[in-house]
Nanobody, 123 residues
Framework: VQLQASGGGLVQAGGSLRLSCAAS????????LGWFRQAPGKEREFVAA????????YSADSVKGRFTISRDNAKTTMTLQMNSLKPEDTAVYFC?????????????????WGQGTQVTVSS
């Protein structure tokens, strides 16, 4: 599975951004997909995940009510709609894939990773 993340940028606090992750490869439409982020000097942390069917989603408490994860009907593109952004959301955002939604919050359980996209929220 190959993953390509896009959509990052600079936005003011309270603004919105939409991240996309395009998945390709033989099993890309069935794999669970997740978003993680990593700020300078911090560990990579879970943001949100969605099952292969798109029926099951999980989000970190820190983004609930502000971020929405989804995937298209072909199941090969995942989107993270980020609203009401805060300076503490500033990080490099990575998309990742694993065979199922189990262990969705554990980065070490993901088999494939995209290259990351920078999100910067100014105060």
């Amino acid at each position: 599975v190959q993953l390509q993340a896009s959509g990052g940028g600079l936005v003011q606090a309270g603004g919105s951004l939409r991240l996309s992750c395009a998945a390709s490869g033989r099993t890309s439409s069935t794999y669970a997909l997740g978003w993680f982020r990593q700020a300078p000097g911090k560990e990579r942390e879970f943001v949100a995940a969605i099952s292969g069917s798109g029926a099951i989603t999980y989000s970190a408490d820190s983004v609930k009510g502000r971020f929405t994860i989804s995937r298209d009907n072909a199941k090969t593109t995942m989107t993270l709609q980020m609203n009401s952004l805060k300076p503490e959301d500033t990080a490099v955002y990575f998309c990742a894939a694993r065979p199922n939604i189990n262990y969705y919050g554990q980065p070490k359980k993901y088999d494939y990773w995209g290259q990351g996209t920078q999100v910067t929220v100014s105060s």
